[in-house]
């Protein structure tokens, strides 16, 4: 069972920033994919950005130019840099991985983002 351990939301004011970060443990495999999904009040959940183990990456359109995605593998930690935030952006930001091999999927406890003046 894969443990994930968010850190780093909280309250900011528009144009300012925030460092989310999420460690996994207690896989038997090595982690695959390392992403962030976001969702605000009344939507659906949505991918805000992920990475692959080799570093490459995607995406949400909302998020590029703004945020950025990376991850120590040593440590199994996904960090995610926002800058410019926008109230818009508010939201719980939920941390996901996909183990290699088994592809079995796990989600972090969630992290609120609140953007707001």
């Known amino acids: 069972q894969v443990q994930l351990v968010e850190s780093g939301g909280g309250l900011v004011q528009p144009g300012g920033s925030l460092r989310l970060s999420c460690a996994a443990s207690?896989?038997?495999?090595?982690?695959?994919?390392m992403g962030w999904y976001r969702q605000a009040p009344g939507k659906e959940r949505e991918l805000v950005a992920a990475i692959t183990r080799g570093g490459s990456t995607n995406y949400a359109d909302s998020a590029k130019a703004r945020f950025t995605i990376s991850r120590d593998n040593a440590k199994d930690t996904v960090y995610l840099q926002m800058n410019n935030l926008k109230p818009e952006d508010t939201a719980v930001y939920y941390c996901?991985?996909?183990?290699?091999?088994?592809?079995?999927?796990?989600w972090g406890q969630g992290t609120q983002v609140t953007v707001s003046s």
């Open positions: 207690g896989s038997a495999f090595s982690i695959n994919v």
């Open positions: 996901h991985v996909v183990v290699r091999f088994t592809n079995n999927n796990y």
